[in-house]
């Protein structure tokens, strides 16, 4: 029992013992200032710093609150180092400033110069000093150069101590090298091959001109922008289940190169099943409806052709006077037949009105370029697939490094407010350049232009064009919307000198040309032009009788007019793989001068269509041109003459009627005012070099130049003869420009033709 009292009385005095000490703890975590203290500010004020503490004297705290002050204050982001430290009825902060900025180096940079890394980071001279902020700035920099494919670029910040407790801080940076694609592959494509669709990628696989091309640097944003490039090349040919699973890039083993594979899911490909129309108001025909319809059964399933239908459907209600008509496709999938059947339903929409449209952020461009971009204004009704093709048509201007088109709600229910905000970006340049072609030779070329002319959106050029034998001088201004948003206006003026060039005579040309065209249906436009016009030879030396009696005539004016009709639906029609293009061109002059009555015809058709899953194009082209005078005769400055871009194989002027003696001594060509010629070729890829930017083709061309209207001595061809000629040729895609090579042999041709074996032509500018 003893034993027993003696634990119990221990264990009492145990418990009693503990609960006092907590209370006497409990009591020692209470505080009561009668004064707050502040030590080591020197640019920060004392009161200031109590305030960041949230404490104030004569109020009682405990340790939490002591806690929270001192995070306050280290939260301010102001001191390096904080203590709060409470004696009886007195609280001491101590703090320790951070410095302040002093100035802001970069070191090591080449490719990225010192004000754009300034632009990319936070901190600035005079401010204070957070190490925070170097490790956000030091981020910034290395994302800035990952931007550029350049990833394993290292960023070191250095702080150097100054007097006055300034710092400055250098950015030291390794540029590191462009992390480049070494390799794309493809996994789960089985109707296009990999070549195929690496040619629709923006990526490219790094070669041998890795220092000077740039797409095959390795970009993230550039690989989404890849993923959507292949779902839109599947959706537009009909599978409209295609996915890009996953893009998996795996650093080589030197962790300079990545290999890209996409792993795709092709699905089927579908087509228009049953079309049909669909009316929900009362007031519409659907017959009315019938002819904006192009999508029929059996055509190629496309979005883009879904959404150009929705489009038609709402023009004609517009032109039908039919207000808030929405159109609304129904598809409905058979997996049995690979089909969609649609229905478009023509349905009542909202009562929306557009109340008015807002535009920000034009410094240079006026609000009328903006605004006419909408084909509905302020009181419409609001139809959101006009504010949508608005948005690309303003984005498609090319004046703009941003644009947002956005809508809401306006002042008053049932109205819209459309907000319009972009970004000015240059639209002007001056480029030097260089040229090369067989014909001309080596040029160079001075060119001015400004695609926004004040403002206004009219486009504004002129160039200087100079060979070894010939000078052109030209200029053009173009209103894309006069008096109305499909009609465009274009005036060019053009000067041109040759000396000697194939001929044994100068020329000197000037045209004075202004045009207005329009499109006439969605793949159909029209041009409608006017020509003044100078021509001139001179300084004939050698030549024959037919060119000396044309040098005669001197200088020779003319006036007339003509059109251009063109029909083309490649890339742009119901199939991506295949189009046609019809270019028909009709002059007319003679109207006033001293040229007689004539008329000038030209014809192109031209036909495509890609095979073995778009691998290969095979394109057939019809040329065909007719010169006839009613009055008077034509000169060889007049007539047709056969470039190696028209007739491939022969020299400048080297095949069609000449007139040539004995000797040789007099060898003049002398131009047809008829032609006709018919181009048979083929494009292929080339696999082992297609990552070099190499593509291959063969091609057999056939023409005939004949007729001058003249006659004299040692007139040769002016019957015509049919020329046949066959080559290869290899395309270059290089950072100097596209290159082509074309090697050919002439099958059939006149003695006294001038053949061109080997043609290289670049036209490039830098």
Do not use: C
């Given at each position: 029992m003893g034993s027993i009292r003696n634990f119990l009385y221990l264990s009492t005095l145990t418990l009693c013992v503990f609960f006092t000490a907590g209370a006497q703890g409990a009591m020692a975590q209470d505080f009561s200032f009668y004064r707050i203290d502040v030590e080591g500010n020197k640019r920060i004020e004392a009161s200031t710093i109590v305030t960041y503490s949230g404490l104030a004297t004569e109020q009682v705290f405990g340790a939490d609150d002591l806690n929270r002050a001192y995070q306050n204050i280290i939260a301010s982001g102001l001191f390096e180092s904080v203590e709060v430290i409470p004696n009886d009825n007195l609280l001491v902060i101590k703090v320790s400033e951070f410095p302040t900025v002093n100035k802001i180096e970069f070191e090591g940079n080449r490719l990225v110069n010192d004000d754009t890394l300034r632009s990319a980071v936070g901190l600035q001279p005079r401010r204070v000093f957070n190490p925070d902020k170097v490790d956000g700035d030091r981020s910034a920099i290395a994302q800035l150069y990952a931007d550029q494919g350049r990833l394993a670029a290292r960023i070191t910040p250095k702080i150097i101590r100054r007097s006055d407790n300034r710092v400055d801080v250098v950015f030291e940076i390794f540029e590191g090298g462009l992390t480049e694609i070494e390799r794309i592959g493809i996994v789960g494509n089985r109707v296009f091959s990999d070549r195929r669709l690496r040619r629709v990628l923006d990526s490219k696989q790094a070669g041998f001109l890795r220092t000077f091309v740039r797409r095959d640097t390795f970009l993230t944003d550039r690989i989404e922008f890849d993923k959507r490039l292949l779902t839109d090349f599947y959706n537009a040919r009909g599978y409209i289940d295609f996915q890009v699973n996953d893009v998996n890039a795996e650093l080589t083993e030197e962790n300079n190169a990545y290999f890209v594979t996409f792993n795709v899911r092709e699905g089927q490909m579908f087509r228009y099943g049953d079309v049909t129309l669909i009316s929900k108001r009362s007031d519409i025909n659907v017959e009315d409806f019938q002819i904006a319809i192009s999508a029929e059964t059996g055509d190629v399933y496309s979005p883009t052709l879904m959404?150009?239908?929705?489009?038609?459907?709402?023009?004609?209600?517009?032109?039908?006077?039919?207000?808030?008509?929405?159109?609304?496709?129904?598809?409905?999938?058979?997996?049995?037949?690979?089909?969609?059947?649609?229905?478009?339903?023509?349905?009542?929409?909202?009562?929306?009105?557009?109340?008015?449209?807002?535009?920000?952020?034009?410094?240079?461009?006026?609000?009328?370029?903006?605004?006419?971009?909408?084909?509905?204004?302020?009181g419409d009704p609001f139809n959101p697939r006009l504010i949508r093709e608005a948005a690309e048509r303003i984005r498609a201007l090319g004046f703009f490094g941003n644009a947002g088109v956005n809508a809401r709600e306006g002042t008053q229910p049932g109205q819209i407010i459309v907000d319009v905000e972009v970004e000015e970006q240059p639209t002007g340049s001056l480029q030097l350049g260089a040229t090369y072609s067989g014909d001309n030779?080596?040029?160079?070329?001075?060119?001015?232009?400004?695609?926004?002319?004040?403002?206004?959106?009219?486009?504004?050029?002129?160039?200087?064009?100079?060979?070894?034998?010939?000078?052109?001088?030209?200029?053009?201004?173009?209103?894309?919307?006069?008096?109305?948003p499909e009609l465009r206006f274009n005036l060019g003026l053009s000067y041109g000198e040759t000396d000697n060039q194939g001929a044994a005579y100068d020329t000197r040309i000037m045209d004075i040309t202004p045009s207005l065209s329009f499109p006439i249906s969605e793949y159909t436009?029209?041009?409608?032009?006017?020509?003044?016009?100078?021509?001139?030879?001179?300084?004939?030396?050698?030549?024959?009788?037919?060119?000396?009696?044309?040098?005669?005539?001197?200088?020779?004016?003319?006036?007339?007019?003509?059109?251009?009709?063109?029909?083309?639906?490649?890339?742009?029609g119901l199939d991506p793989s295949s189009g046609i293009a019809v270019i028909y061109n009709q002059d007319f002059g003679g109207m006033a001068g001293g040229k007689g009555a004539y008329s000038k015809s030209r014809i192109r058709t031209i036909g495509e269509r890609a095979?073995?899953?778009?691998?290969?194009?095979?394109?057939?082209?019809?040329?065909?041109?007719?010169?006839?005078?009613?009055?008077?005769?034509?000169?060889?400055?007049?007539?047709?003459?056969?470039?190696?871009?028209?007739?491939?194989?022969?020299?400048?002027?080297?095949?069609?009627?000449?007139?040539?003696?004995?000797?040789?001594?007099?060898?003049?060509?002398?131009?047809?005012?008829?032609?006709?010629?018919?181009?048979?070729?083929?494009?292929?890829?080339?696999?082992?070099?297609?990552?070099?930017?190499?593509?291959?083709?063969?091609?057999?061309?056939?023409?005939?130049?004949?007729?001058?209207?003249?006659?004299?001595?040692?007139?040769?061809?002016?019957?015509?003869?049919?020329?046949?000629?066959?080559?290869?040729?290899?395309?270059?895609?290089?950072?100097?420009?596209?290159?082509?090579?074309?090697?050919?042999?002439?099958?059939k041709k006149e003695t006294h033709d001038e053949e061109r074996t080997f043609d290289l032509s670049i036209a490039t500018r830098f």
């Open positions: 959404e150009k239908n929705l489009s038609r459907l709402e023009a004609r209600a517009t032109q039908l006077g039919l207000d808030f008509v929405r159109v609304t496709p129904r598809v409905t999938r058979n997996d049995a037949d690979l089909t969609l059947d649609v229905d478009f339903v023509l349905e009542q929409g909202e009562r929306v009105f557009v109340e008015r449209i807002d535009i920000t952020g034009n410094t240079t461009t006026l609000d009328r370029v903006i605004r006419r971009q909408f084909r509905n204004s302020e030779g080596f040029g160079v070329v001075i060119d001015y232009s400004e695609r926004n002319f004040l403002g206004r959106g009219q486009a504004l050029s002129f160039a200087i064009r100079s060979g070894i034998d010939n000078t052109a001088y030209e200029f053009n201004f173009t209103e894309p919307e006069f008096l109305n436009r029209l041009s409608l032009r006017g020509k003044v016009s100078a021509t001139q030879m001179l300084n004939a030396s050698g030549v024959g009788s037919i060119i000396d009696a044309e040098e005669r005539l001197g200088r020779l004016n003319d006036t007339g007019f003509g059109f251009t009709y063109s029909y083309d639906t490649r890339g742009v095979i073995m899953n778009e691998d290969i194009v095979l394109r057939g082209v019809l040329e065909a041109g007719l010169l006839h005078h009613s009055e008077g005769s034509s000169r060889v400055t007049d007539r047709f003459l056969l470039p190696a871009t028209v007739l491939r194989g022969f020299e400048f002027a080297g095949m069609g009627p000449r007139q040539r003696s004995d000797s040789g001594i007099i060898n003049d060509s002398l131009g047809g005012n008829k032609y006709t010629v018919a181009k048979f070729e083929v494009d292929f890829p080339l696999a082992l070099l297609e990552e070099y930017g190499m593509s291959g083709g063969a091609f057999y061309h056939a023409g005939n130049l004949w007729d001058t209207g003249a006659s004299g001595n040692g007139l040769l061809y002016d019957n015509g003869a049919w020329r046949h000629v066959v080559g290869a040729t290899l395309y270059w895609t290089t950072p100097i420009g596209p290159l082509r090579f074309d090697f050919t042999r002439a099958l």
